[in-house]
């Protein structure tokens, strides 16, 4: 069959996993997983087969963000300097102003829930309304406070937090542009009574805006690769470029439709509680995303179930990229790689969406501080 990658036939038909030993530790790899032309068709087996591994258990979020801020970054002359988390000094008093505001603009949950009774029937839409106009009414008053020639307000914004005008601004006019797409949104489901992949990766882009990030459709430019002899290609959703003149991506966003099946007690998630599909298309379009990464030989990644965010970074080995690329039996290759994952946050909810902004502001920051 084209562009499928023929497995080896000689195993047994019952035997599902093949144990590769290799420098003292061994490897479990999936036999019969073939590899597909497109990682859209990927399942978590086809990604196991390559030695890609998500970690049994969510890593924590404050260990999640050492791990993404303390990890070498693919940055070159004339682009900021890297900022490790915790923040220190003036970096810190941006950051935190940056939080403050945002926590200020947003400080209400959201709902999508189309199977509420009346949900369609316009009380939410009122409030969202308000919220709105209340957010553009504090906008004009602080642009009109803003006369001095720093561009600072001092009861708003502390000049000691190194916030100029324009991150101000671009902090709340996305943050207004948010409100009016949920509201767009919400006016979508109404009309066909739900919603559909594209309607949550619009208002999910619109949201990663606020943070000074620039989400580019994954369409716009496929990564194509040669996976031991198989032209594979990936079209992710989403793409984060980190910076305009020298285009490496700081993340890879996979949209999934389906809504997350959640245990009772979310801190009890697993990947197990993940669609296969899910995690393997994931894995998959991580994998071609390695060499256009900002972070050295690692990428980061966000995994989005409607309005569930699950922030996810493959830390690899330019060794193992290069046999997967090189080897055609993949069965053969000696090394394995982790995909570190949190547990799913709910952008929509006050205190999840709290809780992420520290991680995605960091990520905005990269690229917005000279």
């Not at 569930?308 to 080995?317: D, G």
């Not at 790689?337 to 799913?344: F, R, V």
Request: contains cysteine; glycine residues 6%; charged residues 25%.
């Amino acid at each position: 069959m084209a562009g499928i990658y023929t497995c080896d036939k000689s195993s047994s038909d019952s035997d599902s996993n093949l144990y590769t030993s290799c420098h003292g530790y061994q490897t479990k790899r999936k036999n019969k997983q073939c590899i597909m032309d497109m990682v859209s068709h990927w399942t978590k087996n086809t990604a196991e087969h390559l030695g890609l591994f998500y970690n049994e258990e969510p890593t924590p979020l404050d260990e999640f963000k050492i791990m993404l801020s303390s990890s070498g970054l693919k940055f070159v002359s004339g682009t900021p300097a890297k900022l490790t988390l915790p923040f220190k000094d003036e970096s810190k008093h941006l950051l935190d102003t940056l939080i403050d505001l945002t926590k200020n603009c947003v400080n209400v949950s959201f709902s999508i829930d189309e199977n509420k009774p009346d949900f369609f029937k316009g009380t939410v839409k009122k409030e969202m309304s308000a919220a709105r106009r209340t957010l553009w009414e504090r906008r004009v008053t602080i642009d009109a406070e803003h006369q001095d020639d720093d561009g600072y307000t001092g009861e708003l914004v502390p000049k000691e937090s190194g916030l100029s005008r324009f991150q101000l601004q671009t902090c709340y006019y996305h943050t207004y542009d948010f409100l009016k797409t949920y509201l767009h949104f919400l006016e979508n489901g109404s009309d066909n009574k739900g919603w559909n992949k594209s309607d949550f990766t619009t208002l999910l882009s619109q949201f990663i805006t606020i943070f000074m990030l620039s989400p580019q459709p994954g369409k716009s430019n496929k990564r194509n690769q040669v996976l031991g002899g198989v032209p594979t290609t990936s079209i992710p959703e989403l793409r984060i470029v980190s910076y305009e003149q020298f285009p490496l991506t700081l993340g890879v966003i996979t949209v999934i439709e389906e809504k997350l099946n959640m245990p009772c007690d979310m801190d009890l998630y697993s990947t197990e509680d993940i669609p296969a599909n899910a995690v393997g298309q994931h894995a998959g379009e991580m994998l071609l995303e390695y060499e256009y990464s900002v972070f050295e030989e690692a990428v980061f990644g966000i995994l989005c179930f409607r309005t569930k965010l699950i922030f996810t970074f493959l830390k690899m080995s330019d060794g193992h990229f290069h046999s997967i690329l090189n080897h055609k039996d993949h069965s053969d290759i000696c090394a394995s790689s982790t995909i570190y994952h949190t547990k799913p946050y709910d952008y929509l909810i006050k205190e999840q969406r709290d809780a992420i902004l520290q991680m995605l502001f960091w990520l905005g920051l990269q690229t917005s501080i000279k």
